[in-house]
């Protein structure tokens, strides 16, 4: 009787030949994300939160940039970045490439909406009584739909 190709294989048979190179994907991460806490460091918070590591392969560090200035900004850099990583104990980079990437802001921004949930609100204005009364007064003169909207304003500002 002949083996039946489209049976179900044990889960086991399908992790075995998946886990060598699952290893090497978790290793390639753990690596990319060194090499941006390397990144940022250099950078600061303002630039290094507009680019990111995507790849690090033969010699060659490929930096992506959310546009196009922040890319030429960071061209500008590349010899003093290129010194700085060497020194964090990547002797064997050889160049970085710096490339425009508008769909990095979009994983960037995904990164940075987390952080900014856990953040706590920024401090917020509140209304003065004078500025309240001042809405009160020229709600006086106001036609009747933009007078009720003033109105309430002012309220909001007693609070």
């Known amino acids: 009787m002949a083996k039946d190709r489209f049976a179900p294989k044990p889960l086991n048979d399908i992790m075995a030949g998946l886990s060598g190179r ?6 390639k991460s753990q690596a990319l994300d060194k090499q941006q806490i390397l990144l940022s460091e250099f950078l600061g918070a303002n630039l290094g939160g507009k680019c990111r590591v995507s790849n ?10 959310v546009s196009a200035p922040i890319a030429l900004r ?16 990547m002797a064997e980079l050889g160049q970085i490439k710096i490339t425009a990437n508008p ?14 949930a856990n953040a706590t609100p920024a401090n917020k204005l509140a209304m003065s009584e ?5 809405l009160k ?23």
């Open 22 to 27: 699952l290893s090497s994907y978790a290793g």
């Open 56 to 65: 690090y392969r033969d010699g060659t560090l490929m930096i992506e940039a």
């Open 74 to 89: 960071l061209n500008y850099l590349k010899m003093d970045m290129l010194t700085h990583f060497r020194s964090a104990g």
């Open 103 to 116: 769909q990095v802001s979009q994983r960037l921004s995904a990164n940075n909406a987390l952080k900014t």
């Open 130 to 134: 004078q500025t309240a009364d001042y």
């Open 137 to 159: 007064a020229i709600a006086q003169s106001a036609p009747p739909s933009l007078k009720e909207k003033l109105e309430r304003l002012a309220r909001h500002g007693r609070k």
